[in-house]
């Protein structure tokens, strides 16, 4: 069983930067593959970026790819997103994910575990 905890989140004026982190205990971090999503008010919750259990490939929505980037250091169990040229249309809960499968990648089905999630607001 995977414990996942997201932070980072937070109010940002429009234009700025944010990294999130996602803190995993209680697995073998390199097994999973790891994914961020969001959840804004009123909306389904939607794939942003993927990648693998080693980092050698990565996945990104269109709605932040150029402007995003998904790393992970398997020592410190930890996946990070960092998000570039914030939007108010960024405003929404962030999540991490992880699966056990490495074919996994942009459904939400895919994934067995989640975080919390963590606010990002974005102020225009």
């Known amino acids: 069983q995977v414990q996942l905890v997201e932070s980072g989140g937070g109010l940002v004026q429009a234009g700025g930067s944010l990294r999130l982190s996602c803190a995993a205990t209680g697995g073998t971090f390199s097994s999973y593959v790891m994914a961020w999503f969001r959840q804004a008010p009123g909306k389904e919750r939607e794939f942003l970026a993927r990648?693998?259990?080693?980092?050698?490939?990565?996945r990104f929505a269109d709605s932040v790819k150029g402007r995003s980037t998904i790393s992970r250091d398997n020592a410190r169990n930890t996946v990070y997103l960092q998000m570039n040229s914030l939007k108010p249309g960024d405003t929404a809960v962030y999540y991490c994910a992880a699966s056990k499968s490495t074919s996994a990648l942009s459904l939400i089905s895919e994934y067995d575990y989640w975080g919390q999630g963590t606010q990002v607001t974005v102020s225009s």
């Open positions: 990648i693998s259990r080693f980092g050698a490939s990565t």
